[in-house]
């Protein structure tokens, strides 16, 4: 091989690299710690604790269950978040009657957060089950609910707006 050959390769192999540099690579949306670095987690006392991932069922465990965070201040907005949903849940289930899911008739009330005024509202329905909605038997109920974990809580926790 001719030094004009090996030059020639070495500048192709080089706008090649360019070219590459210049794609995009899509990151994962959720992040996921290496081998052996540090990850925070909401521990099953509600605390919050740093781990190191050994990629053992544990952490597989963390990761697929969203508990899995990158700093301390994301698994402690976990926590709350676990925290006002369970409180807001365990007071709807304490003061609301049975929800009798068989009946197309009975009204089942939930809480949404109206986009345009940012107001919480209270409606109802009869025939549907909504995946991941809080029903309670009566409207009453759920507002008494987002009293007693604050209605800024509600909005953030529970419903997950910023």
């Known amino acids: 091989m001719t030094q004009a050959e090996k030059d020639k390769i070495i500048k192709e192999l080089q706008e090649k690299l360019a070219e590459a540099e210049k794609i995009k690579v899509d990151e994962p949306k959720r992040w996921k710690p290496n081998k052996y670095k540090t990850y925070w987690l909401v521990d099953n006392c509600g605390g919050v604790g740093e781990v190191t991932w050994q990629n053992g069922d544990y952490d597989k465990w963390h990761y697929v269950t969203g508990n899995c965070f990158k700093t301390k ?29 068989k009946n197309a008739k009975t009204l089942k009330y939930y809480a949404y957060m109206r986009i345009e005024t940012q107001e919480i509202e209270v409606d109802n329905y009869d025939r549907y089950k909504i995946q991941g909605t ?4 009566n409207g009453q109920v759920i507002w008494d609910a987002i009293k007693e974990i604050g209605e800024d809580n509600f909005k953030k926790y529970v419903l997950g707006v910023k």
């Open 134 to 137: 809080i029903f309670a038997s």
């Open 73 to 101: 201040e994301e698994a402690e907005e976990h926590r709350k978040q676990i925290e006002y949903t369970a409180r807001y849940k365990n007071y709807i289930e304490e003061h609301s009657e049975p929800i009798d899911w």
